[in-house]
């Protein structure tokens, strides 16, 4: 039987992995909000088909699984995963005779639903249970995979993939080769095969790609769907396993690199409000968007260890992902715009598709889905740390204060990583192993650093690049400490037509505008504290223009240890030089385009700016002058 090609990386289980610092009080604040509850009071969990009622039985109670299997082990939540384990073999317990997992008839609540059931809840389910297995080791997953697995081969000859599932074929590939390297089958291999033949063709719709413009108001698609495109990028490097093809590999790249043209944003994201929406700061990114794009950014830089895809998923886990949530995480946003001037309920929001309340804080706004799936945002970004390399040592692929406990040689290896980064470039690797021997530490330098210094306690210095993974021989028997420093820079970079925006090492920093909140749809279900709806208005000035030749000043102030993006209490602040400008103003709820030449007045100011995520109402694109 033949072998599928290797990955560079292989993420750690998720049982040796515990986060610490401000990242274990990040998952615990996620934990203590909506996602730790929402089975107790939102219906489509709550009643969900897939546990035995009659609410929504399509993708929400998979989407849910799916961030909170992890979070509940990564914090050892005993409650919570009691209850993630009845849930789960209740689904198995009910696995149908031919394999189908779950309801089979059309989505009794959902309105994305057809006449026919889209198999790409399949697809989602496998994955959970294939995470369920790797977490926990029960082999009734594993069973029910293989099962599953066989009865979307034979569906998919009689009902050819549609719709979701024909844009999402690819997620199918995750659990299809996590079996095949268990228990080798050519019907596996075969099955990939078809999924591809059946599924949108990614690759070649990039090579002649027409969604470089803002997809029209009213022309909703699946192929301009952004959610779709976020999940798309990895597609061909999952395929790349089978095929070895450098085309599927180079297909990643070019995603990319064509989605950042076109509508990246300032934060690592793309926006699609909810298609693609162009290149304009007031555009909105979806959640689910941001979190799919973390997730396939995951599998990039552990298929091909390149520095490049582990730098852009910090850059949305630093920026975007915190913002889009109340502090609490008790009510989120749909979209999030970067330059969010209010969050309030109006027709005139610039959106594509989505409603007029998509960018308010609460617990559904435009649609529930995002309700449903954000919860994998952090809890993954936790799970994928740390990897295993194939020469038989640890890569350090993403960084946040953390411990990893593995085996190397068979002998036990303890590593902590002690940082407050990304507030501050130290980060300290505190290495025990006793029994083990000498061992390669990967080290990923980011592309923004210029100069880092790793240093082996006793034994000196190096001065390193960016853009590599640096590897240090770690000397086994004993303990050792291995301290890096990232030059973190504060400056400026462009953005087109004179805007520009402030980063300091992976973080993006912003005004933070003052607010006054109000609370909305109280008639509305379920919208009873702590899970309510707000809209927030601005109440401060916003319309500064930024003095590209002036210093910036960084006070690094400490991680607030109950909230880590503390919007009363950055962790890190730095300090500009300003003006008005006057003739940028809303257009209604909405910040004006970046205007090319502000034509600044009055005297200049010093505006402090902090971090994307701690912020709710905000600038980070401004107009510049000299």
Same mark, same amino acid.
């Given at each position: 039987?033949?072998?599928?090609?290797?990955?560079?990386?292989?993420?750690?289980?998720?049982?040796?992995?515990?986060?610490?610092?401000?990242?274990?009080?990040?998952?615990?604040?996620?934990?203590?909000?909506?996602?730790?509850?929402?089975?107790?009071?939102?219906?489509?969990?709550?009643?969900?088909?897939?546990?035995?009622?009659?609410?929504? !039985?399509?993708?929400?109670?998979?989407?849910?699984?799916?961030?909170?299997?992890?979070?509940?082990?990564?914090?050892?939540?005993?409650?919570?995963?009691?209850?993630?384990?009845?849930?789960?073999?209740?689904?198995?317990?009910?696995?149908?005779?031919? !394999?189908?997992?779950?309801?089979?008839?059309?989505?009794?609540?959902?309105?994305?639903?057809?006449?026919?059931?889209?198999?790409?809840?399949? #697809?989602?389910?496998?994955?959970?249970?294939?995470?369920?297995?790797?977490?926990?080791?029960?082999?009734?997953?594993?069973?029910?995979?293989?099962?599953?697995?066989?009865?979307?081969?034979?569906?998919?000859?009689?009902?050819?993939?549609?719709?979701?599932?024909?844009?999402?074929? #690819?997620?199918?590939?995750?659990?299809?080769?996590?079996?095949?390297?268990?228990?080798?089958?050519?019907?596996?291999?075969?099955?990939?095969?078809?999924?591809?033949?059946?599924?949108?063709?990614?690759?070649?719709?990039?090579?002649?790609?027409?969604?470089?413009?803002?997809?029209?108001?009213?022309?909703?698609?699946?192929?301009?769907?952004?959610?779709?495109?976020?999940?798309?990028?990895?597609?061909?490097?999952?395929?790349?396993?089978?095929?070895?093809?450098?085309?599927?590999?180079?297909?990643?790249?070019?995603?990319?690199?064509?989605?950042?043209?076109?509508?990246?944003?300032?934060?690592?994201?793309?926006?699609?409000?909810?298609?693609?929406?162009?290149?304009?700061?007031?555009? !909105?990114?979806?959640?689910?968007?941001?979190?799919?794009?973390?997730?396939?950014?995951?599998?990039?830089?552990?298929? #091909?260890?390149?520095?490049?895809?582990?730098?852009?998923?910090?850059?949305?886990?630093?920026?975007?992902?915190?913002?889009?949530?109340?502090?609490?995480?008790?009510?989120?946003?749909?979209?999030?715009?970067?330059?969010?001037?209010?969050?309030?309920?109006?027709?005139?929001?610039?959106?594509?598709?989505?409603?007029?309340?998509?960018?308010?804080?609460?617990?559904?706004?435009?649609?529930?889905?995002?309700?449903?799936?954000?919860?994998?945002?952090?809890?993954?970004?936790?799970?994928?740390?740390?990897?295993?390399?194939?020469?038989?040592?640890?890569?350090?692929?993403?960084?946040?204060?953390?411990?990893?406990?593995?085996?190397?040689?068979?002998?036990?290896?303890?590593?902590?990583?002690?940082?407050?980064?990304?507030?501050?470039?130290?980060?300290?690797?505190?290495?025990?192993?006793?029994?083990?021997?000498?061992?390669?530490?990967?080290?990923?330098?980011?592309?923004?650093?210029?100069?880092?210094?790793?240093?082996?306690?006793?034994?000196?210095?190096?001065?390193?690049?960016?853009?590599?993974?640096?590897?240090?021989?770690?000397?086994?028997?004993?303990?050792?400490?291995?301290?890096?420093?990232?030059?973190?820079?504060?400056?400026?970079?462009?953005?087109?037509?004179?805007?520009?925006?402030?980063?300091?090492?992976?973080?993006?920093?912003?005004?933070?505008?003052?607010?006054?909140?109000?609370?909305?749809?109280?008639?509305?279900?379920?919208?009873?504290?702590?899970?309510?709806?707000?809209?927030?208005?601005?109440?401060?000035?916003?319309?500064?223009?930024?003095?590209?030749?002036?210093?910036?000043?960084?006070?690094?102030?400490?991680?607030?240890?109950?909230?880590?993006?503390?919007?009363?209490?950055?962790?890190?602040?730095?300090?500009?030089?300003?003006?008005?400008?006057?003739?940028?103003?809303?257009?209604?709820?909405?910040?004006?385009?970046?205007?090319?030449?502000?034509?600044?007045?009055?005297?200049?100011?010093?505006?402090?700016?902090?971090?994307?995520?701690?912020?709710?109402?905000?600038?980070?694109?401004?107009?510049?002058?000299?």
């Amino acid at each position: 039987m033949r072998s599928l090609f290797q990955p560079r990386f292989a993420p750690m289980a998720v049982s040796c992995i515990t986060p610490e610092g401000w990242l274990r009080r990040q998952l615990e604040i996620q934990a203590g909000g909506m996602s730790g509850h929402l089975d107790e009071f939102w219906p489509d969990v709550r009643d969900s088909a897939w546990f035995g009622g009659s609410a929504e !039985g399509w993708e929400r109670a998979p989407y849910w699984l799916d961030g909170v299997i992890p979070l509940a082990y990564l914090l050892r939540d005993a409650g919570l995963i009691e209850r993630v384990r009845r849930y789960m073999a209740h689904i198995m317990a009910h696995q149908h005779p031919d !394999g189908w997992l779950g309801p089979r008839e059309s989505n009794v609540s959902n309105p994305e639903a057809k006449g026919r059931y889209d198999i790409w809840a399949q #697809f989602l389910m496998l994955k959970v249970l294939v995470q369920y297995h790797n977490i926990t080791g029960d082999g009734g997953a594993e069973a029910a995979v293989e099962r599953g697995l066989a009865s979307v081969d034979s569906m998919i000859d009689r009902v050819p993939l549609f719709d979701w599932g024909q844009a999402r074929w #690819f997620e199918a590939l995750i659990p299809l080769f996590w079996l095949y390297e268990r228990r080798p089958a050519q019907w596996l291999l075969d099955l990939a095969v078809k999924l591809e033949a059946q599924g949108f063709g990614w690759r070649s719709f990039f090579r002649s790609w027409p969604e470089a413009a803002a997809t029209p108001r009213g022309r909703w698609n699946f192929m301009s769907h952004g959610v779709n495109n976020a999940m798309a990028v990895k597609a061909h490097g999952l395929l790349w396993r089978l095929t070895g093809d450098p085309d599927d590999r180079e297909a990643a790249e070019t995603m990319i690199r064509l989605l950042d043209r076109h509508h990246g944003t300032a934060v690592g994201t793309f926006t699609c409000d909810e298609c693609l929406a162009g290149r304009s700061p007031v555009r !909105g990114t979806e959640l689910c968007a941001a979190v799919e794009y973390m997730y396939s950014l995951e599998h990039l830089a552990a298929l #091909f260890g390149d520095v490049r895809h582990s730098d852009r998923l910090e850059t949305i886990a630093f920026n975007a992902l915190p913002a889009f949530f109340t502090r609490d995480m008790w009510a989120h946003q749909y979209d999030q715009q970067v330059n969010q001037v209010a969050c309030v309920e109006s027709e005139t929001m610039p959106w594509n598709t989505n409603g007029p309340d998509a960018n308010i804080y609460g617990l559904e706004p435009h649609f529930g889905c995002c309700t449903a799936n954000y919860h994998q945002g952090w809890p993954k970004f936790a799970s994928h740390l740390w990897m295993k390399t194939g020469d038989g040592g640890i890569a350090a692929t993403a960084y946040a204060p953390s411990m990893l406990e593995t085996s190397i040689g068979g002998a036990p290896v303890r590593v902590r990583l002690e940082t407050d980064y990304p507030f501050g470039g130290r980060l300290r690797f505190v290495v025990a192993a006793e029994g083990a021997g000498d061992f390669p530490l990967y080290l990923r330098i980011p592309e923004w650093c210029g100069r880092a210094e790793v240093s082996l306690k006793g034994r000196g210095g190096e001065v390193v690049a960016g853009g590599v993974y640096h590897g240090v021989t770690v000397p086994g028997g004993g303990s050792s400490e291995i301290d890096l420093t990232l030059e973190m820079e504060a400056g400026f970079l462009p953005r087109g037509g004179g805007a520009v925006t402030v980063h300091r090492g992976p973080l993006v920093y912003a005004l933070r505008i003052a607010e006054r909140r109000t609370l909305v749809h109280r008639d509305r279900p379920h919208r009873e504290p702590p899970h309510c709806d707000y809209e927030i208005r601005p109440d401060s000035p916003w319309n500064y223009a930024l003095r590209l030749d002036g210093e910036i000043a960084v006070d690094e102030r400490g991680v607030d240890r109950v909230l880590p993006f503390s919007d009363k209490n950055p962790p890190v602040t730095l300090t500009v030089r300003a003006r008005m400008a006057d003739g940028w103003r809303a257009d209604g709820f909405v910040a004006g385009e970046v205007p090319e030449e502000p034509s600044p007045t009055g005297p200049e100011e010093a505006l402090e700016l902090v971090p994307f995520g701690c912020t709710h109402l905000r600038i980070a694109e401004f107009p510049s002058y000299r």
